[in-house]
């Protein structure tokens, strides 16, 4: 058990070498990645579909929080296989993102790397939903105050 963040930095070097702090790096970058870009991606062709493609028209604050609930549901069917990996790579159990994904599936199957998908969808779901409301609102205001010509 780790005393803090400091004795758990130098703890880790010391028994796996500075690389060790680095564990489930690659799977969480690609799991943020990707989950913004399918949460923007939903989100502007839900936007765009309501609107009929005309960026002067605005989208009542509602659907935009239904649109970003759709879209984070969308994000967290697209990448909760990444993170069941990142999750088990940062436990520390695995060499390497393959060898852990290669687990998942011979021990698994595909339902392995969609454990925990369901609670992650309800928080996602909330979250999203009400961030594009927030982006939106802040940008409403950012347009009175600074009106585009």
């Not at 400091?6 to 070498?17: K, L, T, Y």
């Not at 989100?43 to 960026?55: A, C």
């Not at 984070?72 to 436990?91: A, C, F, I, Y």
């Not at 802040?138 to 347009?143: A, R, S, T």
């Amino acid at each position: 058990l780790y005393r803090g963040p400091v004795h758990a930095a130098s703890s880790i070097i010391r028994n796996e070498g500075p690389f060790g702090l680095y564990k489930g790096f690659a799977p969480t970058v690609l799991k943020q990645g990707s989950s913004q870009a399918i949460r923007f991606s939903v989100m502007e062709s839900l936007r765009s579909w309501y609107t009929g493609g005309d960026s002067n028209k605005s989208v009542p604050k509602p659907f935009v929080a239904m649109f970003g609930a759709i879209a984070g549901g969308t994000s967290v069917l697209g990448n909760t296989p990444v993170d069941v990996v990142k999750t088990r790579m940062q436990n520390g159990s695995y060499s390497s993102s393959m060898e852990c994904a290669r687990q998942i599936a011979r021990k698994e199957g595909v339902r392995g790397f969609y454990k925990g998908c369901l609670p992650r969808m309800n928080r996602v779901c909330l979250e999203v939903g009400l961030a594009f409301c927030i982006y939106d609102t802040v940008m409403d205001v950012f347009k009175t105050v600074w009106p585009s010509n």
